[in-house]
């Protein structure tokens, strides 16, 4: 008969993370296995997976969350262990424009997450060093544990509950890296105006020098006409 559903996801005869929670349907578990052996020895089946944007196989996935957890005002997940991925992390204590990487300053991690079909938010509710702003899109993540709890639609995160398995997806890491170099450049000039005192933007400065030059030029020519008039 079809398997469970923590033992869907068999590769190259290895459970490949059936144990931190990935469920796959028996097409997705078709689907998946084809993959791998498409990608031959290049990477071993934990190594693809982890390196996999989940969801590209969303249509294979079997969620293991009974129903959207944005929807729950409160409630404890006891379905786990969940395989999820990492979509963004952001530092809630902080302004947006003043987003501090690692574990700089005063912090509160928001981690958007997907399992692949469900779009997920969890709230850092006790710290936890190994996830932070510096981790990128696309890594993997096992939530487990009995206090694996919810509220308002956000899951509470903590190193009791939280195991990084790792990953790196090449394309949602070079977009992330990219808008980590443009952040920071415009959190320089941010810094640079506060430096001065919070004064205009240097083009402002610009338009005052050009809007002097004509009364510059206005006294100079009225000079030189007091001149030919002698």
């Known amino acids: ?5 923590l033992a869907r996801l068999v590769a190259c005869g290895q459970n490949v993370f059936a144990d931190a929670g990935l469920s796959l349907s028996a097409a997705g578990h078709a689907d998946l296995t084809a993959k791998i052996a498409k990608a031959g020895q290049q990477k071993s ?17 079997v969620s293991k969350f009974v129903s959207d957890v944005a929807t729950l005002e409160s409630s404890v997940l006891a379905n786990g262990p969940y395989f999820v991925q990492v979509i963004s992390v952001d530092n809630i204590s902080q302004p947006s424009y003043d987003q501090q990487g690692g574990d700089a300053g005063k ?10 079909y469900y779009k997920l938010v969890g709230v850092e509710y006790t710290p936890f060093k190994k996830l932070s702003m510096s981790t990128p899109p696309g890594t993997k993540l096992r ?19 939280v195991e990084i398995l790792g990953g790196r997806v090449s394309d949602l890491v070079e977009s ?6 443009m952040d920071t450049a415009r959190r320089a000039g941010i810094t640079m105006v506060r430096q001065r005192g919070g004064g205009p933007p240097p083009f402002q400065i610009g338009m005052k020098g050009i809007q002097a030059k004509p009364k510059a030029e206005k006294r100079k020519r009225a000079g030189k006409g007091d001149v030919s008039a002698t």
């Open 107 to 116: 912090r509160m991690l928001r981690v958007t997450m997907t399992d692949g």
């Open 1 to 5: 008969g079809q398997p469970s559903s």
């Open 45 to 61: 089946p934990k190594t693809y997976v982890l390196d996999m944007d989940v969801r590209r196989i969303k249509s294979g996935i």
């Open 176 to 181: 992330w890296m990219l808008k980590e170099q």
């Open 143 to 161: 939530l487990h544990g009995s206090d694996l709890f919810v509220r308002n639609g956000k899951i509470l995160l903590g190193s009791k509950n």
